[in-house]
């Protein structure tokens, strides 16, 4: 079989319409008539060794399980796809995936701490190989801290975590990003599309095609591409005033043992943090944690030497320090200890498209970002570019971020939590938690001095309606923050309680950008807390938090990035939960593509997240109703239609398979609608995908003798029998106690396959 | 005896001496029936026709007794007559319709009786092959029942529809005549 | 409004099709769905698809009228649903006329859909206009049971099978009309 490299570029999809003439397919490609000779000789070559050109069913079978995106570490993605065949009780394996996505989400609101290193430091690191300096150095370890991290929650019980994470950003970057960012917020969603395509193409390339993987039940998991989706449309916003996540809830500021004065230089980058052109935009609580790094040259400088200034370190700043300890020089792949740099999780689409995640070239995006970099060409890496580091350093640098965070950051948001949670929202609690927000003006007004209160009707005065934002200091801000800061230490039920009381405080001030992001945050943390929602009234409250934050982000603020982040968070959450609320994650979708938030690529991509919401929705105690089969094999029909029209045959292939299987449950007979016109699209577009699919690995499928043709030679009615094992198979999971309807006459109950008026399109 | 006494002698038993059964249940049987008849004779409509006509001759000679012992009607002095009292007093009780009599013949021995309803045909529509619309009548079962019941009392009739709603015409028109009256004859053997 | 009836068998097989547009408010009774004519399997698939619903509100809803039981929000299509006791689904697709001024950039997607859920609450009086309306409601269940009527009689030829098409034009003249009269 030719190699999926060697693929020819896809010619554009056939006509669906149902009335498609007979013959037209023969004249479908005329251009590609010369060009196929050589093929044909290869193809026949081919025949007279084993049975050529296998039905579809058998190559995509073949086909490599698409490999997961380059920066997902999942395990799972690996796992072989495994035959239906084979598996075990049906109702052990309700896993799909949706831990890994639920992970995915929480961790993509991870703390951000800020980096802010000396030049000495960023040297010593750029001469090791990392053009972004320290920065770099540390961000893709940040993905997760290793071990496992335990937090105590507002009402004192702990528990740990194995996929906490930290987000590390440039400081000197930080001020600039959300500037540019204004103007680039609709090219942001361009950009996930421009990035949907590489992958796809690169997909076509050395992923020799990519068939979502499944599980032991053959659920497909959520497809690497939607993962990829997801993880774009999670790091497409950054730092905004209407929330804190972006915000630096630490800054590391690093020096390394070269300088020469390093008190003062730490005082002074200090200095530049909180006072100097470095420091952040207004609308940041400039109280953040300080935590000051040491980092020691372990080939060229003397470990006493540190150990002494890191003493004093310890003396004039406190504990929040540490000593890095690395290597100067650059490590290369020969090298013994050498262990390949993690790429980084969370790109945000610029980033991705200018080639960060494949590290090594980040000297391009930072060129980009710092006009004073240096122009140095890109220093030999490795073969592939990619960085590599001593296992010492490695280790030196995990533990760094562990400690930091175990021991300095995460004690402090805590501590944080717990005293904005006494001092101002218990206060808020006891007054309005009965009297609403009419409590709420007494109380603002009976600690009004903070504030210059112009004093706005019915606004608290706080809200800065030109800037559109709050002052760090006001209760409204420090609320929203706390809330953030409970969310990312994932006590989602304080965070929720917190949303909640602030929710109308931010619609008095008509500070409609936090508006909808606590309606978001808040239905975000109710689906998140495993405890919440037994009740159905609750799914309906939810529903109206993200119909308003949607409307709020959207019409009133036109901010799409975060209009998407909102619905696609629901999608995914309400669709973890299950039950009917799979219902409303399938309604979210549908919105996110009516109001046309993603790409084409993206329209797929959502349309195939229809099918996999309304797919798990899964009938009850056996009975033979509940489950939306129906409504999931549509969708997952529809999504092979598209990707046939974007001209992608192989992941047309796996949704019309998968539009099958979740057909095959609800069909009397595997393959056969009872509904002509159903049956006449679905058989055009397996055919079409057929000839498409096989028509981009180089196969003639013109000459071809129709595969469901009566009068068939030896090897194609040996592929007959394929097609037909597969179009007819019976469902291994069907249902037990299926209402025995075999008593109606029906009219097109069977259908032969060899004279079913359906096939003519085939036989063209 | 005039038409409008035979139409009352007819309400009359109607109201008080018959057994009433559910209508459907009747169409129902009926049209089973033809519809099965339908199936074993592979659609070919003469036949079916014909084996209706034959059934309805064999109920036509036993019904005439359960006819003359409910009416108490004594010998009809004329063709005439017979065809009123086949319109008013037969059809009234048995089917509960009241055909009209007319298209009288010169001779007075053909007359069409034109049925406003037909209980045997209630919902019935023909089946759409092309031919039962053409071929098939229907309630031809009716025609037999004259033609057997007029025998046992020595009239020899010719009965046959000439259209019917269920193809699409305008009325349901059964044309009966009068082929002689049996002298003193023994009945025929049954057919 | 555009309607799409269909009648399905126990076994989800077609038995009878139609579609119509309203003959309300000046409507001149002909279909104009919003999907393009090569695409009309379209309407099928949405109504096989509400199955799902159909399959589980039989069992917590007695009647026969189902009311409005399912949207397919891409193509603005609604769907109300009719059981008969043995087992037939009434199903009617009604999707209500596409807006002029859809431009194909994104944030025309964004207010069509806006707009259509105003103009919907604007004029909710008219049946036409509004698919989830207590009139509509109502009328489309005057709808259901008139067909109801005429689908028991045809069921009733003996010439008719269960779960076979309906061919006879005498049903489809009355759904025409009952289409006319109610929708």
Redesign the interface.
């Known amino acids: 079989m030719t190699s999926p490299g060697d693929a020819a570029p896809v010619k554009p999809p056939p006509?669906?319409?149902?009335?498609v003439a007979r013959g037209t397919s023969k004249s479908r490609y005329p251009d590609e008539a010369e060009s196929t000779h050589s093929i044909d000789a290869e193809l026949a070559e081919a025949r007279s060794v084993s049975s050529p050109t296998p039905p579809l069913s058998a190559t995509t079978a073949e086909l490599p399980i698409r490999s997961s995106s380059p920066h997902a570490r999942s395990v799972r993605s690996s796992t072989p796809q495994l035959a239906r065949s084979s598996l075990g009780s049906p109702f052990d394996g309700r896993f799909d995936g949706s831990e890994d996505i639920r992970s995915l989400i929480i961790r993509a609101f991870s703390p951000t701490v800020a980096i802010y290193a000396s030049d000495d430091t960023d040297e010593l690191v750029r001469n090791k190989g990392f053009k972004g300096g320290f920065w770099e150095l540390v961000r893709p370890f940040g993905d997760t801290v290793s071990g496992k991290v335990v937090i105590r929650d507002s009402v004192g019980s702990s528990r740990a975590w194995e996929d906490y994470g930290v987000r590390f950003v440039d400081l000197n970057g930080f001020g600039r990003t959300p500037a540019g960012r204004e103007s680039g917020q609709e090219s942001s969603l361009t950009q996930m599309e421009e990035i949907l395509e590489q992958q796809l193409e690169s997909a076509e390339g050395p992923f020799g095609g990519s068939i979502p993987p499944k599980d032991a039940l053959g659920v497909p998991v959520a497809s690497p591409l939607w993962k990829l989706l997801l993880r774009q449309i999670l790091s497409a916003t950054s730092a905004a005033p209407h929330e804190t996540f972006g915000h630096p809830v630490a800054s590391v500021i690093a020096i390394s043992s070269r300088n020469m004065a390093p008190l003062e230089t730490l005082r002074q980058l200090y200095g530049e943090s909180s006072s100097g052109d470095k420091r952040l935009p207004d609308w940041v609580n400039s109280e953040y944690l300080r935590y000051y790094v040491l980092v020691h040259d372990e080939e060229r400088d003397d470990i006493t030497e540190s150990t002494k200034l890191y003493d004093q370190m310890k003396r004039h700043f406190g504990l929040h320090c540490h000593l890095l300890r690395l290597r100067s020089s650059q490590c290369i792949v020969t090298d013994d200890d050498s262990v390949q740099v993690p790429s980084c999780e969370w790109l945000s689409p610029q980033e991705r498209l200018s080639g960060v995640g494949e590290a090594g070239k980040y000297s391009a995006f930072i060129r980009q970002l710092e006009t004073n970099n240096i122009a140095e060409t890109l220093v030999d890496l490795g073969t592939d570019g990619t960085p590599y580091l001593f296992d010492s350093d490695v280790t030196a640098i995990r533990t760094f971020i562990r400690e930091l965070m175990v021991q300095s950051v995460i004690p402090f948001m805590e501590n944080r939590v717990a005293v904005w949670n006494d001092q101002i929202a218990s206060r808020r609690r006891g007054i309005s938690g009965r009297f609403m927000s009419v409590g709420r003006r007494f109380m603002t007004f009976g600690s009004g001095s903070r504030s210059g209160a112009t004093g706005s009707s019915g606004g608290s005065g706080n809200y800065d309606p030109t800037n559109n934002f709050y002052g760090p200091d006001s209760p409204e801000a420090i609320l929203r923050k706390m809330a953030d800061f409970a969310f990312m230490l994932r006590d989602w039920k304080l965070a929720a309680s917190t949303y909640e009381m602030i929710q109308s405080d931010f619609k008095n001030d008509k500070a409609w950008k936090y508006h909808a992001g606590a309606h978001e945050m808040c239905a975000v943390s109710m689906l998140l807390n495993p405890l919440a929602m037994s009740a159905k009234i609750k799914l309906e409250s939810v529903d109206q938090m993200f119909e308003n934050a949607c409307y709020s982000y959207?019409?009133r603020c036109s901010d799409v990035p975060h209009a998407l982040r909102a619905l696609s968070l629901g999608v995914e959450l309400l669709k973890s939960r299950g039950g009917s609320a799979t219902e409303s994650a399938a309604?979210w979708a549908?919105?996110v593509?009516?109001?046309?938030?993603v790409g084409p690529i993206g329209q797929i991509l959502f349309t195939e997240r229809v099918s996999a919401c309304?797919a798990s929705k899964i009938s009850m105690g056996g009975a033979?109703?509940?489950?939306?089969?129906?409504?999931a094999?549509?969708w997952s029909?529809?999504a092979a239609n598209q990707w046939l029209k974007a001209g992608n045959p192989t992941l047309a292939a796996a949704c019309l398979e998968e539009g099958e299987r979740l057909y095959g449950d609800?069909l009397?007979t595997d393959g056969v609608?009872?509904?002509?016109?159903?049956q006449?699209?679905v058989d055009n577009l397996r055919h079409s995908v057929k000839v498409e699919y096989l028509g981009a690995r180089g196969f003639d499928t013109r000459d071809e003798p129709a595969s469901e043709d009566p009068v068939l030679t030896d090897e194609t009615s040996e592929k007959l029998e394929k097609i037909d094992k597969r179009n007819h198979r019976r469902s291994l999971i069907g249902l037990p106690g299926q209402l025995d309807?075999g008593n109606?006459?029906?009219?097109?109950?069977t259908r032969d396959p060899e004279n079913s008026p359906n096939d003519d399109f085939e036989r063209a | 005896m005039s038409a409008t006494k035979a139409s009352r002698i007819g309400e009359e038993i109607w109201k008080t001496r018959i057994d009433k059964v559910n209508a459907?249940l009747v169409?129902?049987t009926?049209?089973?029936i033809?519809?099965q008849l339908?199936q074993d004779y592979d659609s070919n409509y003469q036949d079916v026709n014909k084996q209706l006509d034959k059934m309805g001759y064999n109920i036509g000679m036993r019904l005439i007794e359960d006819f003359l012992a409910k009416s108490g009607v004594g010998r009809c002095a004329n063709f005439r007559e017979t065809a009123d009292m086949i319109a008013k007093v037969g059809f009234k009780i048995f089917l509960n319709v009241a055909p009209t009599v007319t298209n009288w013949s010169s001779d007075n021995n053909q007359f069409s009786l034109i049925f406003d309803e037909n209980p045997l045909a209630?919902?019935?529509?023909?089946?759409?092959d092309g031919r039962?619309q053409d071929e098939l009548w229907f309630s031809n079962i009716l025609c037999g029942v004259l033609r057997g019941s007029l025998e046992m009392v020595q009239m020899q009739i010719e009965a046959h529809f000439v259209s019917d709603v269920l193809r699409g015409d305008d009325t349901t028109e059964m044309r009966v005549s009068l082929v002689r009256y049996i002298e003193d004859e023994m009945p025929p053997e049954e057919e | 409004m555009s309607y799409y009836f269909t009648i399905?068998?126990?076994?989800?097989?077609?038995i009878f099709n139609i579609a119509f547009g309203t003959s309300k408010s000046g409507g001149d009774g002909i279909a104009r769905f919003r999907f393009p004519d090569?695409?009309?399997?379209m309407n099928?698939?949405?109504i096989?698809?509400?199955?799902?619903i159909v399959?589980?509100t039989?069992?917590t809803n007695g009647g026969m009228y189902l009311k409005h039981i399912d949207t397919y929000?891409?193509a603005a299509a609604y769907i109300s649903a009719f059981l008969t006791p043995s087992g037939a689904r009434f199903l009617l697709l009604h999707q209500p006329p596409q807006l002029p001024a859809s431009n194909s950039?994104?944030?025309?997607?964004?207010s069509l859909?806006?707009a259509s859920g105003s103009t919907t609450r604007a004029s909710s009086s008219s049946i036409a206009a509004n698919p989830t309306s207590p009139q509509t409601e109502e009328a489309v269940r005057q709808f259901m049971n008139e067909i109801y009527e005429s689908y028991v009689?045809?069921a009733?030829?003996?010439?008719?099978?269960?779960?076979?098409?309906i061919?006879?034009p005498?049903f489809r003249t009355k759904v025409t009309a009952a289409g006319k009269k109610w929708l």
């Open positions: 006509s669906f319409s149902p009335g959207l019409t309604r549908m919105r593509m009516d109001f046309g938030l309304y033979k109703w509940g489950g939306r089969r129906r409504k094999g549509m029909i529809f609800v009397e609608f009872p509904i002509p016109e159903m006449t699209f309807v109606f006459n029906m009219t097109s109950g | 459907e169409t129902l009926y049209g089973t033809v519809a339908c209630d919902f019935v529509e023909l089946p759409d039962a | 399905l068998s126990p076994t989800d097989t077609p090569t695409a009309q399997y099928q698939f949405i096989h698809s509400s199955l799902d399959e589980e039989q069992w929000p891409p950039s994104s944030l025309g997607a964004s859909l806006g009689k045809t009733m030829s003996p010439f008719y099978k269960q779960g076979m098409e061919r006879s005498v």
